[in-house]
């Protein structure tokens, strides 16, 4: 079994069955949005085989573009689009067309009525997006169905693939690339983690896996733009198609938020993430995009040449990035009804495992949050199953086996080895930095309110799609006695692992409940700017350095961090 299949069977572990509904209001204070124009919309096959006579297929837009436009730009579009979204076109464009159908076409317009927040999880191996409306109060997760929910039809494959002729395709979610038929000759994943290595340092150089074709960073900028383009057109029709009467005689403003691996607030991930939304949003109002028009990444970078001067001339649009980590921690907040105290918090991914501890109180009835320690690392569920084969020299099935049936008690000679494998003690070390840390300054900051805030159990929250994986829980939970807490620091409490529940303002519409882990940073992301509570952060300096990851080639014990 190869190393792709390894990553998919353990994320069948947590597959199951999640969604939601509608939405809350949005307090965005931008001047402008969309005028509101009818039309009929269009509706296209989802199907991801192409005919076998090639044919143009898709629906060409007629907004025009405006001439003039009132700054700050609100992110709006008509009440119905004309080729939102199309699957894509086997007809390729040629270089003299890219010119013509690259500029993006944004309606003009005012006084929005109605706001739609988008937030996108752009995830290592899957991309998720809920929205939220200004009139229901409730978030909804896109599911992308066409009437039969699943969870598969609502995760979107965070890859890309070239075809046998050099065109690009993407956007398409598990269940279609599954029953794809296209003549793929290369893919490349990992696509977010591409982009957040251009700046955030890699604990792994050799991964993920080098690409040729990814020779800049501007390139890897573009493919970005590209598949968060054609997932935004295609979230934005399924929206309009599924919820007619939402937007009937309505102006809509939209604010798009995508989540950065980043452990601050500030930085220049945040700002590559959110130059590379803006990118994205303008992006999905081409004509290209909205032909879903095939095009090679030559002709890519040649259209995102035009795209990136129209951005900078149009800067004002509603596109920002917010830590992956505060959304999810906001997202917990509200799922356990707002309740003040003292948490910890951890997201595993497929690249990354983040991780906070934070304080939620209320303050002249004010919501914040007092962060106190986090982290961001390459101990997702990929990296650090390619770390344990790199470090005990075992094959990606070997691996898998242990870490799905992981049981101290067996008599497994590889859950044995990876027990005791320095990179299992570096994801606990730190997992201890990030709770020690933390509680040592929420004790000095309420000396007289920890004891009752915390109680006799310290509660680890995990969610992310490897969450339901024994081994990451059992690794969290082990790290008390596994480093002696106990006996160096007495005033804390023993840890215990627990799931995030499902919001009330989150409709999963017939999906289980037990999904929400996966969509819990797209929720948080799609919260109203003017509904986040204050957060309160360290400076970059205060934060604890998280102890260096250990090379492989040294087996000699570390020293337990207390």
Not at 198 to 221: F, G, K, M, R, Y
Not at 439 to 460: D, M, T
Not at 523 to 549: H, M, V
Request: hydrophobic fraction near 35%.
């Amino acid at each position: 079994m190869n190393f792709w299949n390894f990553i998919s069977s353990l994320f069948d572990l947590s597959r199951s069955a999640s969604s939601s509904s509608t939405s809350s209001k949005s307090k965005q204070s931008k001047s402008a949005a969309s005028k509101s124009k009818t039309a009929d919309s269009q509706q296209s096959s989802s199907t991801t085989a192409p005919p076998a006579t090639p044919v143009e297929t898709f629906a060409k837009a007629k907004v025009k573009s405006p001439t003039t436009r009132t700054d700050p730009i609100a992110s709006s579009i008509p009440n119905i689009e004309i080729g939102a979204y199309s699957t894509f076109s086997p007809v390729s464009i040629d270089d003299a067309g890219i010119c013509l159908r690259c500029t993006p076409e944004i309606p003009n317009g005012d006084d929005a009525d109605l706001f739609i927040d988008l937030g996108i999880d752009f995830g290592t191996r899957y991309t998720k997006v809920c929205f939220r409306n200004s009139d229901s109060n409730q978030t909804s997760i896109v599911t992308f169905d066409n009437g039969s929910v699943n969870l598969e039809q609502a995760l979107v494959s965070s890859q890309i693939a070239i075809l046998d002729r050099g065109e690009i395709l993407t956007g398409l979610t598990s269940n279609e690339w599954e029953a794809s038929q296209w003549p793929i000759t290369t893919t490349i994943g990992f696509i977010k983690m591409r982009l957040a290595y251009l700046d955030l340092p890699q604990d792994n150089p050799h991964w993920p896996p080098s690409v040729d074709a990814l020779d800049s960073s501007e390139t890897i900028e573009n493919l970005s733009a590209y598949f968060l383009g054609r997932l935004i057109a295609r979230s934005r029709n399924w929206i309009q198609t599924t919820q007619p009467d939402l937007f009937k005689k309505r102006k809509v403003g939209w604010v798009l938020k995508v989540g950065a691996p980043v452990e601050y607030w500030h930085g220049p991930a945040i700002d590559r993430f959110e130059r590379v939304l803006k990118l994205a949003w303008a992006l999905s109002f081409t004509p290209m995009v909205r032909g879903g028009d095939m095009v090679t990444l030559p002709q890519l970078n040649q259209c995102m040449n035009h795209v990136r001067v129209w951005v900078e001339q149009h800067p004002d649009l509603d596109c920002f990035a917010k830590p992956e980590i505060a959304a999810a921690v906001w997202a917990h907040i509200r799922a356990v009804g707002s309740r003040e105290g003292f948490f910890v918090f951890s997201d595993v991914g497929e690249g990354t495992t983040e991780g906070a501890s934070f304080r939620f109180y209320r303050d002249n009835g004010e919501d914040r949050i007092s962060f106190y320690s986090g982290f961001v690392r390459s101990l997702g569920v990929a990296t650090l199953s390619q770390q344990l084969q790199d470090e005990l020299a075992l094959d990606s099935k070997a691996v898998r086996d242990a870490l799905l049936s992981w049981n101290l008690s067996s008599d497994n000679a590889n859950q044995k080895n990876i027990l005791k494998s320095q990179t299992r003690k570096y994801f606990q070390r730190i997992v201890a930095s990030v709770i020690v840390t933390g509680f040592n300054r929420y004790r000095s900051a309420c000396p007289h309110l920890w004891k009752s805030e915390i109680g006799s159990i310290l509660k680890v929250f995990l969610g992310g799609g490897g969450s339901q994986i024994s081994f990451f829980r059992h690794g969290v939970e082990s790290t008390y006695t596994d480093f002696g807490h106990q006996r160096s620091i007495p005033d804390l409490p023993p840890y215990k692992t627990d799931n995030v529940p499902e919001p009330e303002d989150l409709d999963l519409q017939n999906l289980d409940t037990s999904a929400f882990n996966r969509f819990s940073i797209a929720y948080g992301l799609s919260i109203a700017e003017g509904q986040f509570p204050e957060f309160d952060f360290p400076d970059d300096t205060d934060f604890p350095k998280p102890p260096p990851r250990p090379e492989l080639n040294n087996h000699s014990d570390m020293k337990d961090f207390c």
